[in-house]
Nanobody, 128 residues
Framework: QVQLVESGGGLVQAGGSLGLSCTSS????????MGWFRQAPGKEREFVAA????????YYSDSVKGRSTISRDNAKNTVYLEMNSLKPEDTAVYYC?????????????????????WGQGSQVTVSS
């Protein structure tokens, strides 16, 4: 298993940008597909973005597509989520997750049960 720690959350105004980081200890991320999920108050956890262990393909939810970028630095054992043009509805706790699967299809990438390790979450609050 791998231990994941998110950082970079915070308060940002609508229209602004924010970057989240997720650093791994244990299993190296170069052998893991990585995903980002989020959970808003009173709502279920939802998929945000994912990247196969090879660096491609990448997948994004419709709600963040065009505004977000998932990337990784295997040398730093870190995966990133950059979000732009933030909206109040982006307010949520954001979780990174690691998977031993290749996640070569979107159905695999968006399914939380395909991820075996999760971070503790990082709060992102977007004010209007």
């Amino acid at each position: 298993q791998v231990q994941l720690v998110e950082s970079g959350g915070g308060l940002v105004q609508a229209g602004g940008s924010l970057g989240l980081s997720c650093t791994s200890s244990g299993r190296t991320l170069s052998s893991s597909s990585m995903g980002w999920f989020r959970q808003a108050p009173g709502k279920e956890r939802e998929f945000v973005a994912a990247q196969s262990w090879r660096g491609a393909p990448t997948y994004y939810s419709d709600s963040v597509k065009g505004r977000s970028t998932i990337s990784r630095d295997n040398a730093k054992n870190t995966v990133y989520l950059e979000m732009n043009s933030l909206k109040p509805e982006d307010t949520a706790v954001y979780y990174c997750a690691a998977s031993r699967l290749a996640l070569f299809t979107s159905s695999q990438a968006i399914t939380a049960k395909n991820y075996d390790s999760w971070g503790q979450g990082s709060q992102v609050t977007v004010s209007s």
